[in-house]
């Protein structure tokens, strides 16, 4: 069963960049499938941010495209989230996934706050 | 962009009683790429149904999904204490690749 979990600062400032990783175990991110980021803000639903294939091809949320970069690291079994010139609006529950047409496994989730 | 509107937004409702949330989308898609989830406070949401009609893994037959098109439905026949939760439908866009999710249906009790 693959298991994803999420690391990375809970206190981001504004206009700085949000950084996530995502550590996978029970799977490997280079066995295909899709790898990527949903997002919640606190009491609202779910925004899908971006994907990452095992290729390296990614695709992102067109609202939020000029802002994010996904990648990742075979070697480490792991993948990263940046979101940069971040304001209070990204302030959200950020999950990592394996997706494909749909989202078949979930992280935790780790919230990030956008506060000076 | 394809923009899925769940309706209604709220929905209270008794134990044993039957449930139905609407999930329509701004354009046709294909039912392939049309899934549902459930979501409880402080979890992260839970498959329950792919390709519009079919259970995921471990998830009790009460839980059906119908619909085509544009105009798509999760039923729960009868609820179960445990199903008062926070329901998301989801759609898959191939070109470009993207998924959208619907802005949820609260199932609350009665």
């Known amino acids: 069963q693959v298991q994803l979990q999420e690391s990375g600062p809970g206190l981001v400032k504004p206009s700085g960049t949000l950084s996530l990783n995502c550590a996978v175990s029970g799977g490997s991110i280079s066995s295909g499938r899709w790898w990527g980021w949903v997002r919640q803000p606190p009491g609202k639903g779910l925004e899908w941010i971006g994907e990452?294939?095992?290729?390296?091809?990614?695709s992102y949320n067109p609202s939020l495209k000029s802002r994010v970069t996904i990648s990742a690291d075979k070697s480490k079994n792991q993948f990263s989230l940046n979101l940069s010139s971040v304001t209070a609006a990204d302030t959200a529950v950020y999950y990592c996934v394996r997706e494909d047409v749909v989202v078949m496994n979930w992280g935790q989730g780790t919230l990030v706050t956008v506060s000076s | 962009e394809i923009v899925l509107t769940q309706s209604p937004g709220t929905l209270s409702l008794s134990p044993g009683e039957r449930a139905t949330l609407s999930c329509r989308t701004s354009?046709?898609?294909?039912?392939?790429?049309l899934a549902w989830y459930q979501q409880k406070p402080g979890q992260a949401p839970r498959l329950l149904i792919h390709?519009?009609?079919s259970r995921a893994t471990g998830i009790p037959d009460r839980f059906s999904g119908s619909g085509s098109g544009t105009d798509f439905t999760l039923t729960i026949s009868r609820l179960e204490p445990e199903d008062f939760a926070v329901y998301y439908c989801q759609q898959y866009g191939g070109s470009p690749r993207g998924i959208t999710f619907g802005q949820g249906t609260r199932l609350e009790i009665k």
């Open positions: 390709g519009a009609s």
């Open positions: 990452i294939y095992h290729s390296g091809s990614t």
């Open positions: 354009q046709s898609v294909s039912s392939t790429y």
